[in-house]
């Protein structure tokens, strides 16, 4: 544990510490002390400086930082390794370099902001700071390549599901293959990146974006009625860590139980959640269209669809409704 880290816990601790006990208990010098907690009000924590008593931890910032994640954390593998930054380009493409790196599966990377987020077919994921999650993990399933898009629907299970305590007054729901909405509005969005030979997978980097924060005005003009946020949607704050810790534990659960059982094992879940079962849609698939009435999906995630020539199941694709208007998101 660093030595920013090791005070913090030692200030959740106690209503007050002496500058005398911190450097005893970390084996520093006062003037060490007093660098580090210089640097954490420098993070943004509000750290009171009583005289002749130590020092008071006041509040601590809405930011994505190792200790405030790590303090809630309760996973085996899952966010065990974090790397945050406070920018970058996109938190897929440095998570595929660590997986490149034989980084150990559940690495996450962590962003405030990117600056070229990317989203699924090949768009954009609008990425303003400090609102919002951002997040990659590094994945080594034991799965055939062919099965490796069932991992971007059991993400929308675990988002879903972790989303469900945070906005409890709106319903969640997942767009097929793997938006999840709130009130009709797309909160978050997956991005999954295979690196495989014919016959296994080396890694898989899952991408993950959620509107936690985000007012209104941070989404360009075109994006305001089909996005949304949980602030926007529930009128409360999302605890940003807490949920990154909650999203951990979620998805650890949720993957290793896909990876064990395949995705069959959650399909019903994933029904629970869909806004589409009943609806009359096209599918684009690479130009290809189909329309018809959704029938749900299969074991292995394909979109069952009933059609004018019976029975189609789709892998991939993209979903607008008949009657209704293409989500460009």
């Known amino acids: 544990m660093e030595t920013a880290d090791r005070i913090l816990t030692l200030l959740r601790r106690e209503p007050i510490v002496s500058g005398e006990a911190l450097s005893a208990t970390l084996g520093i010098s006062r003037a060490a002390?007093?660098?580090?907690?210089?640097?954490?009000?420098?993070?943004?924590?509000?750290?009171?400086?009583?005289r002749s008593r130590g020092y008071a931890l006041a509040a601590a910032p809405d930011r994505?930082?190792?200790a405030?994640?790590?303090r809630h954390l309760e996973t085996e593998r899952f966010g065990r390794r974090l790397e945050c930054f406070e920018s970058i380009d996109s938190t897929n493409v440095y998570a595929a370099r660590l997986a490149r790196e034989d980084a150990p599966e559940g690495t996450l990377v962590l962003a405030e902001r990117q600056t070229r987020g990317r989203g699924r077919l090949g768009r954009s994921w609008v990425s303003p700071a400090r609102v919002n999650l951002y997040a990659s993990f590094v994945l080594r399933p034991r799965l055939a390549p062919a099965d490796a898009p069932q991992l971007a629907l059991a993400a929308a299970v675990a988002v879903a599901r972790t989303l469900a305590p945070f906005a409890a007054t709106v319903p969640v729901a997942i767009k097929w293959p793997n938006d999840c909405?709130?009130?009709?509005?797309?909160?978050?969005?997956?991005?999954t990146e295979m690196d495989a030979e014919v016959d296994r997978i080396r890694s898989v980097v899952l991408g993950i974006g959620v509107n936690l924060?985000?007012?209104?005005r941070a989404f360009p003009p075109e994006l305001r009625t089909t996005a949304t946020s949980v602030l926007l949607a529930t009128g409360t704050r999302v605890d940003r860590p807490r949920f990154a810790?909650?999203?951990?534990?979620?998805?650890?659960?949720?993957?290793?139980?896909?990876?064990?059982?395949?995705?069959?094992?959650?399909?019903?879940e994933w029904e629970s959640y869909s806004c589409l079962t009943g609806r009359e849609v096209t599918v684009d698939c690479s130009g290809r269209r189909s329309t018809g009435t959704v029938r749900g999906i299969d074991?292995?995630?394909?979109l069952v669809l009933d059609g004018a020539n019976g029975e189609e199941r789709i892998m991939a694709g993209d979903v607008s409704i008949v009657n209704g208007y293409r989500r460009k998101l």
């Open 299 to 302: 074991p292995v995630g394909r």
């Open 213 to 216: 924060n985000a007012p209104a």
């Open 64 to 66: 994505l930082l190792p």
């Open 245 to 268: 810790a909650a999203l951990c534990a979620t998805l650890e659960a949720v993957y290793d139980r896909v990876v064990r059982d395949g995705f069959g094992a959650i399909a019903s």
């Open 33 to 50: 002390v007093w660098k580090h907690v210089e640097a954490l009000r420098a993070a943004g924590y509000r750290i009171e400086s009583h």
């Open 68 to 70: 405030e994640i790590a």
């Open 181 to 191: 909405l709130l009130d009709g509005k797309k909160v978050a969005g997956i991005l």
